[in-house]
């Protein structure tokens, strides 16, 4: 298993600026995920994030506007840049200790509000 | 495309079984994953299936078909602490899952 904390746990950002959401995990892990949740909805995948590499980003999201940093196994970084109302939602890492993406431990989220 | 179906909501009494069903249609599949989520918290593991058959954990079971694309999860015993969101998710591959809507479970006394 693996513990993971987020930060922050909660904002409120005004249109146009940018957040930086922290992931920390308590043991080193190859593969972490970064998610996005509307309250209510699915999970939907933004991007994989593995240390050493560039993130590898779904369809629909691109890095200018998530750009993603993993400087080493136990951290990695989500920012969401020129933030508007439709990026108000909650954002997720997870994490997959093994090599796959059979199981998956998520950290508590960053719910994001923007004004 | 791709899409994973399962019930919206759910509501059964304590004590009672559900099954929360779940079918796929997916490019690649490699196993299906169960994940419990309440309200305002983080989604946690709840079971896996990578081959046809049941699986059980406690007072959870999980089953897979993957001639049907079609899996279950099983919850006995209900107590009030399971209600909760329950998503259904499929691994196809690539380090890529796909989850499902959610099934929101309501436990009445």
């Known amino acids: 298993s693996a513990v993971i904390s987020q930060k922050p746990s909660r904002d409120i950002c005004q249109r146009g600026t940018s957040l930086t959401i922290q992931c920390q995990v308590d043991?080193?892990?190859?593969?972490m995920f970064w998610y996005r949740q509307q309250p209510g909805q699915s999970l939907t995948l933004i991007a994989t994030?593995?240390?050493?590499?560039?993130?590898?980003?779904e369809s629909g999201f691109v890095i200018d506007k998530f750009p993603i940093s993993r400087p080493n196994l136990t951290f990695s970084t989500l920012t969401v840049s020129n933030m508007s109302p439709e990026d108000s939602s909650i954002y997720l890492c997870?994490?997959?200790?093994?090599?796959?993406?059979?199981?998956?431990?998520f950290g508590p989220g960053t719910r994001l509000t923007v004004l | 495309g791709q899409s994973l179906e399962q019930p919206s909501e759910v509501t059964a009494v304590e004590g009672a079984i559900v099954q929360i069903n779940c079918t796929y249609q997916?490019?690649?599949?490699?196993?299906l994953s169960w994940y419990q989520q309440h309200d305002g918290g983080a989604p946690t593991f709840l079971s896996y299936?990578?081959?046809?058959g049941l699986e059980e954990t406690g007072r959870f079971s999980s089953f897979l078909s993957r001639s049907d694309s079609y899996g279950y999860l099983l919850l006995q015993e209900l107590q009030m602490k399971d209600s909760a969101s329950y998503f259904c998710?499929?691994?196809?591959?690539?380090?890529?899952?796909?989850f499902g809507a959610g099934t929101r479970l309501f436990v009445k006394a």
């Open positions: 997870s994490v997959e200790p093994g090599l796959s993406t059979d199981t998956q431990y």
């Open positions: 043991s080193q892990v190859t593969m």
């Open positions: 994030a593995n240390q050493g590499s560039e993130a590898t980003y």
């Open positions: 997916t490019s690649g599949f490699y196993g």
């Open positions: 299936n990578a081959l046809d």
């Open positions: 998710a499929v691994n196809t591959g690539g380090f890529k899952t796909i």
